[in-house]
C-alpha cells in the first residue's frame, strides 16, 4: 500500500515568515500534485510535478519534487493571510487511476 | 471550473435510513471518484469510476454502493447510515489525455451528519 506522510500536520506562523512543507514517501510516484482546501470548499489544484528534481513556481509558492520521486515540499515565502488554508499532496503511481493523499498541513497565517 | 456539482450540500439523517448522495459533471469526463474526508485522515477513497457501469472499490467502500448509468452522474449510496459515515464528502473528476499527469478536480462537497 502506497503512503503519503505529510509534516508538519498543523502550522501556525506570523505573516511574512517562510515555511516549508515535507511530503514523504518510500513509494515512487509518477507525478505528484499539491491542493489548497479552503473552508467548505472542494481541493483546488495548485500544481503537479513529473521529473525528478523538477522545482516549479507559483507566485511566493516554490515546489519541489525529489530526485528519486519519492517526497516532495512546497516552501512558502513571505507568507499572507490569503495563504491560509488546508493544503495536500498527492501522488499517482505509473498507470495507476488512482491517487494517493497526504493527510494535509492546515497553515494558519496570523496577520 | 470543472463544472462539477454535488447534491445535496448540506443533509441530516437518522441512523438505518438510506442515503444517496449525487456528482453531476457537464465535460463528459470518463473518471470519477468518491472520497470521504474526516479530520486526521486527509481524503480517503470510497469508490471510484472509469465509465458507465464500471466502478471499483477504494479503501474505504464497506457500507457504501454506487452507480454510473450515464456518463455525467456519479450516485454515492449508504444503503443503512452509521454514525461512522457523518462525514463531508467530495466527488472528483480526474483528466485524462496529452499534458494530463492525474490530475483531479472536484466539487464543492456534501456535509452528511448521521444522528
Known amino acids: 500500500t502506497q503512503l503519503l506522510e505529510q509534516s508538519p500536520q498543523f502550522l501556525s506562523i506570523q505573516e511574512g515568515e517562510n515555511l516549508t512543507v515535507y511530503c514523504n514517501s518510500s513509494?515512487?510516484?509518477?507525478?505528484l500534485q499539491w491542493y489548497r482546501q479552503e473552508p467548505g470548499e472542494g481541493p483546488v489544484l495548485l500544481v503537479t510535478v513529473v521529473t525528478g528534481g523538477e522545482v516549479k513556481k507559483l507566485k511566493r509558492l516554490t515546489f519541489q519534487f525529489g530526485d528519486a520521486r519519492k517526497d516532495s515540499s512546497l516552501h512558502i515565502t513571505a507568507a499572507q493571510p490569503g495563504d491560509t488554508g488546508l493544503y495536500l499532496c498527492?501522488?499517482?503511481?505509473?498507470?495507476?487511476?488512482?491517487?494517493?493523499f497526504g493527510q494535509g498541513t492546515r497553515l494558519t497565517i496570523n496577520p | 471550473d470543472a463544472g462539477i456539482t454535488q447534491s445535496p450540500r448540506h443533509k441530516v439523517t437518522e441512523t438505518g435510513t438510506p442515503v444517496t448522495l449525487r456528482c453531476h459533471q457537464t465535460e463528459n469526463h470518463r473518471y470519477m471518484y468518491w472520497y470521504r474526508q474526516d479530520p486526521g485522515h486527509g481524503l480517503r477513497l470510497i469508490h471510484y469510476s472509469y465509465g458507465v457501469k464500471d466502478t471499483d472499490k477504494g479503501e474505504v467502500s464497506d457500507g457504501y454502493s454506487v452507480s454510473r448509468s450515464k456518463t455525467e452522474d456519479f450516485l454515492l449510496t449508504l444503503e443503512s447510515a452509521t454514525s461512522s459515515q457523518t462525514s463531508v464528502y467530495f466527488c472528483?473528476?480526474?483528466?485524462?489525455?496529452?499534458?494530463?499527469?492525474?490530475?483531479?478536480?472536484f466539487g464543492p462537497g456534501t456535509r452528511l451528519t448521521v444522528l
Open positions: 513509494s515512487v510516484f509518477s507525478s
Open positions: 498527492a501522488g499517482a503511481a505509473m498507470g495507476a487511476q488512482k491517487l494517493v
Open positions: 472528483a473528476i480526474r483528466n485524462v489525455g496529452p499534458g494530463s499527469y492525474n490530475e483531479q478536480f
